[in-house]
């Protein structure tokens, strides 16, 4: 057991409220890894000390729990929360001087070409502009695509929903955009909207579960045309559950599911039963993830341990997450990197992938496909 001064990490995260069905079990598979980490002697010698703070998604509490953080010393921060609480957490991040990473989405402070020193993303997910890769996975299935793209009335799905409608364009694929409010209990009219056009496919870029409602109100009324839907907010067992039999749905997935078995997965399950998380499923292997990436910033990083080293370090990582996560790069100019994700469809008993994966830069502008986790650079 590590009994040396510790590394400092604070992390704000929807452990309650909405965004918890994400959040929470994201925060486990993170807190997981540090407590095995520790019991296996810490980083040199060093323990590492986790403070979680629920911010339930408000950008207030996100602020507070930041404030706290300062007063505490962290050395870096972790955002597992909302959206509507990136600003203030980055404001306090700044004014504190203190690295922060995000992990549901990439905030703008962190893209390319000119990043915040002090902004960065870690885990999954796809920015507005990463977003078009789902319109090559559509065209490598479907020659004459017809999408119907579905936002919900808040910032980030607008802008992600309008970009890939501005793609979908220039691209030469017909698209359909339809906005519907966040309390929205009845998705009828747009599913009607989007057959009545001819949709041959749907696809919702936001939080929630909009995409299975729109996708069963147009199965009411004899739609057969494809899902494109995101094991990114949602655990990937409550999809695979959700649509079962369904092969008309595609599932995208930055990482290989417990549903693979792999000897990380089998890691993970032991420390789980350990540790006694109150909550798993296949989203704590983004958890898990970030601990092994913030892992590597600390052990990379000289003790003491001082912001500018921290930076130092972040500006210029790599990591290997294979064979479960696609490898994370950073560089001053980029504090994103590549996401990528790859298709699975039902197959059998299980929701199984299938194909390359699908590799985009951060700004969308240069977009790939791969055969193996090996050959993304």
């Known amino acids: 057991v590590a009994k040396g001064e510790p590394y400092k990490?604070?992390?704000?995260?929807?452990?309650?409220?909405?965004?918890?069905?994400?959040?929470?079990?994201?925060?486990?598979?993170?807190?997981?890894?540090?407590?095995?980490?520790?019991?296996?002697?810490?980083?040199?010698?060093?323990?590492?000390?986790?403070?979680?703070?629920?911010?339930?998604?408000?950008?207030?509490?996100?602020?507070?729990?930041?404030?706290?953080?300062?007063?505490?010393?962290?050395?870096?921060?972790?955002?597992?929360?909302?959206?509507?609480?990136?600003?203030?957490?980055?404001?306090?991040?700044?004014?504190?001087?203190?690295?922060?990473?995000?992990?549901?989405?990439?905030?703008?402070?962190?893209?390319?070409?000119?990043?915040?020193?002090?902004?960065?993303?870690?885990?999954?997910?796809?920015?507005?502009?990463?977003?078009?890769?789902?319109?090559?996975v559509m065209k490598s299935i479907t020659p004459k695509p017809k999408v119907g793209l579905l936002a919900m009335q808040i910032p980030i799905s607008l802008l992600g929903i309008q970009n890939i409608d501005k793609e979908a364009k220039r691209m030469g694929i017909d698209s359909l955009v339809k906005v519907v409010p966040a309390d929205i209990v009845d998705i009828t009219s747009v599913a009607q909207a989007f057959q009545e056009w001819g949709a041959n496919w749907i696809y919702y870029f936001g939080p929630g579960a909009l995409a299975p409602m729109l996708f069963d109100a147009m199965q009411k009324t004899g739609w057969k045309g494809n899902l494109m839907e995101q094991a990114m907010g949602t655990p990937f067992e409550t999809i695979e559950e959700r649509y079962k039999g369904s092969p008309n749905v595609y599932l995208s997935s930055a990482y290989a599911p417990f549903s693979e078995d792999l000897p990380p997965h089998r890691e993970m399950k032991e420390a789980a039963k350990k540790y006694g998380a109150t909550s798993l499923n296949s989203l704590a292997i983004i958890g898990w993830y970030d601990g092994i990436v913030f892992t590597e910033i600390l052990k990379k990083t000289d003790w003491p341990v001082t912001t500018d080293k921290l930076l130092a370090t972040m500006q210029n990582l790599q990591v290997n997450r294979s064979p479960v996560m696609p490898p994370l790069k950073w560089t001053p100019q980029d504090h994103v990197g590549n996401l990528s994700f790859r298709i699975y469809q039902w197959k059998g008993n299980s929701m199984v992938g299938a194909g390359p994966w699908f590799v985009s830069d951060a700004k969308g502008e240069n977009r790939s496909t791969v055969k193996d986790l090996k050959d993304i650079k």
């Open 9 to 136: 990490i604070g992390m704000t995260a929807a452990l309650t409220g909405p965004a918890a069905a994400t959040a929470f079990p994201e925060a486990e598979g993170f807190r997981l890894y540090m407590q095995k980490l520790n019991d296996s002697g810490g980083i040199d010698g060093h323990p590492v000390q986790l403070t979680m703070q629920d911010d339930r998604g408000e950008p207030t509490q996100a602020a507070s729990n930041m404030r706290k953080f300062a007063d505490m010393g962290v050395h870096i921060v972790r955002n597992t929360s909302a959206s509507s609480t990136f600003l203030p957490s980055i404001q306090e991040a700044k004014r504190a001087n203190v690295p922060i990473v995000f992990t549901l989405a990439p905030p703008t402070e962190a893209m390319p070409p000119t990043p915040d020193p002090l902004v960065y993303m870690a885990s999954h997910g796809q920015s507005p502009q990463s977003n078009f890769l789902y319109l090559d």
